[in-house]
């Protein structure tokens, strides 16, 4: 109620998931839980939130869907955050002027380009597995109750 009491306040209609009744021009309040991931495929951009007070949650699941995913100040925690912010694919919102900046700038959709750079770091866990396999048969010791497999 707070939120949309607040939105009404800044001129925006806003609707909730559960009233089934969003359409075009109307902040969409989600107000169920566990349909976040699917939901980021109808966006351009995402905030992901708690880097304005702790340190931010997974930028993962707005990437993989293609997002431009914004995120406040306290994002170090999270390896994915810094290196997609090397790309340009994470912007840091320090404030309300840097919101106002990305939503009065032309941005293009770079959802595919997002996308396609996400998918091309799979199968990291695969690769380091594998080596792992292979040094632990390497070097641990062999005995005649274990033998090399």
């Excluded at 009404?8 to 976040?36: C, M, N, R």
């Amino acid at each position: 109620q707070d939120l949309t009491q607040s939105l009404k306040l800044q001129g925006l209609e806003s609707v909730k998931l559960s009233d089934k009744t969003f359409g075009p021009g109307k902040v969409l309040i989600i107000d169920k839980v566990g349909i976040l991931a699917p939901l980021y495929s109808f966006a351009d951009i995402s905030f992901v939130g708690g880097s304005f007070r702790k340190s931010v949650h997974s930028v993962m699941e707005s990437a993989a869907a293609g997002c431009l995913t914004l995120v406040g100040p306290f994002h170090f925690n999270n390896r994915e955050a810094l290196e997609l912010k090397k790309q340009g694919y994470v912007l840091e919102m320090n404030d309300s002027k840097d919101f106002e900046k990305v939503f009065t700038s032309k941005i293009s959709s770079k959802k595919l380009e997002i996308q396609n750079f996400v998918h091309s770091k799979t199968g990291v866990s695969k690769i380091i597995s594998g080596k792992m396999e292979s040094l632990i048969k390497t070097h641990m010791p062999r005995s005649p109750e274990h033998p090399p497999q």
